[in-house]
């Protein structure tokens, strides 16, 4: 494709990377970005609209299967659409079950939610790089990146939204002194009242970071996969510009890594609602716990 858009390598990857973004300029009026400069320069006044759109369908996809499975249920034998989204539902609550132990009737649902749709958004990446951003400019669309994953501020707002909830509960579980200690009366601890005042700061420092590292771990091991895995695909995408023989290879390739990143979208979905359920359940922990 590269070839017949008359882009080089560069100009093909840059391209393929660039949002579809909305904000406002430097000039002050409000407009779409032409090109990744223009999106950096929009800074915090702008939106990928290209991400929303995707994001947003796949979860009212996912909303109105689940929904449309359940109002079909059967108490007989189940169809296959049927087995198949118990199975899920089953794994979620499982998965909850075995790794949170206070009670919250919330974290099961949410477990569900968050892996059905980090997957589905993940799949995404297994849709040949060329087709929609093909489609998309045939209607006058310059750029369209279809894979919600690879955009930081997706992974980035929902490990915030695991990491205030974590916070909530924390603070209603333990009230703000419990949590406060916990922040500062752990790892180092002394019945020394002077040696014990100088380990508070060391404890809190240490916690503190810990704390912060949760949303940020969360949020870069799906982002750095999922780009890492779209970086792969448009790789192997300019193979084909190479004549036929690099693109016979190419395909042999795509075919392989796509088989491959199966595994790796579903266990980042996995990875991410294991480690919302464990946030969860160490919201729960009292100080006999920790």
Same mark, same amino acid.
């Given at each position: ?40 320069? !929009?800074? /915090?006044? %702008? ?8 994001? #947003?369908?796949?979860?009212? =996809?996912?909303? &109105? ?100 909830? !974590?916070? /909530?509960? %924390? ?8 949590? #406060?200690?916990?922040?500062? =009366?752990?790892? &180092? ?102």
């Amino acid at each position: 494709m590269s070839d017949e858009a008359g882009l080089t390598a560069t100009e093909y990857i840059k391209h393929h990377l660039t949002n579809l973004t909305y904000g406002r300029h430097a000039d002050g009026h409000w407009g779409w970005a032409h090109s990744a400069d223009e999106a950096k320069e !929009m800074g /915090f006044m %702008s939106i990928n609209v290209d991400t929303m759109f995707w994001s #947003l369908t796949l979860g009212a =996809l996912f909303l &109105f299967l689940f929904w449309k499975i359940a109002k079909r249920v059967e108490s007989g034998v189940p169809g296959g659409w049927q087995n198949f989204i118990e199975m899920i539902v089953e794994f979620a609550d499982g998965s909850a079950k075995s790794a949170f132990t206070g009670r919250n009737k919330m974290v099961a649902p949410m477990a569900l939610t968050i892996f059905v749709w980090v997957f589905l958004m993940n799949l995404m990446d297994l849709i040949p790089v060329d087709w929609i951003p093909f489609v998309s400019q045939k209607i006058g669309i310059d750029h369209m990146r279809v894979v919600p994953s690879t955009d930081p501020n997706i992974t980035f707002g929902m490990a915030i939204a695991v990491f205030m909830l !974590m916070l /909530f509960y %924390s603070l209603k579980i333990k009230r703000p002194a419990g949590f #406060l200690g916990e922040l500062t =009366l752990h790892p &180092f601890q002394s019945k020394n009242p002077l040696l014990q005042a100088l380990f508070v700061p060391i404890n809190f420092i240490l916690e503190f970071v810990s704390l912060l590292s949760k949303p940020l771990s969360l949020s870069l091991r799906l982002y750095g996969n999922m780009f890492a895995g779209e970086m792969i695909f448009i790789l192997i995408a300019l193979m084909y510009g190479g004549g036929w023989a690099l693109g016979l290879f190419g395909g042999f390739l795509q075919l392989g890594w796509a088989i491959f990143h199966i595994l790796i979208i579903t266990l980042q979905a996995y990875i991410f609602m294991v480690l919302t359920i464990v946030y969860m359940d160490m919201a729960y922990q009292t100080g006999e716990d920790h």
